[in-house]
């Protein structure tokens, strides 16, 4: 009896979560990958506004700021989607689907970060920036996450436009104000997600759909899918070229964002040209715009931060 006693005993701190994996399950709830995307459109414009290096403490307070804003969205979209996060393969390892995590822990986690984040960025950067933080904020949770994505195929189109909020708030971070120029880097993002996102909504299709989310992939053939990504990307890549005359940059971004744009767009042909051929995910390769898309906005946004010293 004793022995069982003392067995018992001995196993049962090894049965509780270490402290460092309970870190770790409120850390991926707030989506580190999607916070670095995010991050690589906010500093590069903070560079292009400046016309110079900014100080860097407000980068600092910039990109503390926006990652706590970042991390409260994907938090309190992890809540949302936890129904659905448990049915798809690629998010099923999420905290929530895996119970490192109640939904009332990630709720209250995600609801503290969003408030910290909009005192952060209102009293160390400025309220305007921190405004715009707040309402991408509401956008992602309300409108994508809990109106759009379960009703319309277009739900990434007008609820990833949360995402493109970080090239208005890098610009105001510096300046105070909005401008046209970041205006145009917030469509660029806006014309880039459906292509990024839907290249990788091709490759998990069959989740989507046992999910019940109609993801235009999961209802749409993939040729009708590859061929509203050709249109989208010839958009973006307009789009990109008109920073050039509006922004007044040099010789450098407009050459980059040229030859950028050109190999998405071959990139997007060569999916259509596939998609059409063949239904067979092996065949169609969408995971290689996807990987591209991700390198696209990281240079076109590097190339418009090192205009100002190149151009």
């Known amino acids: 009896?004793?022995?069982?006693?003392?067995?018992?005993?001995?196993?049962?701190?090894?049965?509780r979560p270490r402290a460092v994996d309970v870190a770790g399950a409120y850390v991926a709830l707030m989506k580190p990958r999607i916070i670095e995307l995010?991050?690589?459109?906010?500093v590069p414009v903070m560079f292009l506004a400046a016309r110079d290096v900014p100080p860097l403490?407000?980068?600092?307070?910039?990109?503390?700021?926006?990652?706590?804003?970042?991390?409260?969205?994907n938090a309190l979209n992890c809540v949302v989607d936890a129904d659905i996060d448990t049915k798809m393969r690629r998010t099923a390892r999420r905290p929530l689907p895996r119970h490192r995590v109640t939904n009332q822990a990630a709720l209250v986690f995600?609801?503290?970060?969003?408030?910290?984040?909009?005192?952060?960025?209102?009293?160390?950067?400025?309220?305007?920036?921190?405004?715009?933080?707040?309402s991408a904020n509401v956008l992602y949770v309300v409108g994508y996450s809990m109106i759009l994505k379960?009703?319309?195929?277009?739900?990434?189109?007008?609820?990833?436009?949360?995402?493109?909020?970080?090239?208005?708030?890098?610009?105001?971070?510096?300046?105070?104000?909005?401008a046209w120029a970041p205006v145009v880097l917030f469509l660029v993002v806006f014309f880039w997600t459906p292509p990024h996102f839907w290249s990788l909504a091709m490759r998990y299709r069959d989740d989507y759909a046992a999910?019940?989310?109609?993801?235009?992939?999961?209802?749409?053939?993939?040729?009708?899918?590859?061929?509203?990504?050709?249109?989208?990307?010839?958009?973006?890549?307009?789009?990109?070229i008109a920073l050039w005359p509006i922004a007044g940059t040099?010789?450098?971004?407009?050459?980059?964002?040229?030859?950028?744009?050109i190999v998405f767009l071959v990139e997007a042909y060569d999916l259509r040209a596939r998609?059409?051929?063949?239904?067979?995910?092996?065949?169609?390769?969408?995971?290689?715009?996807?990987?591209?898309?991700?390198?696209?906005?990281?240079?076109?946004f590097v190339a418009a931060a090192a205009d100002p010293f190149i151009g």
């Open 110 to 134: 995600g609801l503290a970060l969003g408030v910290i984040s909009t005192l952060w960025l209102g009293y160390l950067v400025n309220w305007l920036s921190a405004g715009l933080a707040l």
């Open 57 to 73: 403490w407000l980068v600092l307070a910039t990109v503390v700021g926006g990652t706590l804003s970042a991390g409260s969205a």
């Open 150 to 178: 379960r009703r319309t195929t277009q739900n990434i189109v007008w609820g990833g436009a949360a995402g493109c909020f970080p090239a208005l708030i890098g610009w105001t971070a510096v300046t105070n104000e909005l």
């Open 38 to 42: 995010l991050l690589l459109t906010t």
């Open 211 to 240: 999910a019940g989310v109609p993801m235009l992939p999961s209802v749409a053939t993939s040729a009708d899918v590859a061929k509203q990504i050709v249109t989208y990307s010839w958009i973006m890549v307009v789009t990109s």
């Open 275 to 300: 998609a059409r051929e063949s239904e067979e995910l092996s065949v169609i390769k969408p995971m290689r715009l996807f990987h591209f898309s991700n390198a696209y906005l990281a240079l076109l």
């Open 250 to 261: 040099g010789w450098f971004y407009p050459g980059a964002a040229i030859m950028l744009g």
């Open 1 to 15: 009896m004793r022995d069982d006693v003392h067995t018992a005993t001995s196993a049962a701190p090894t049965s």
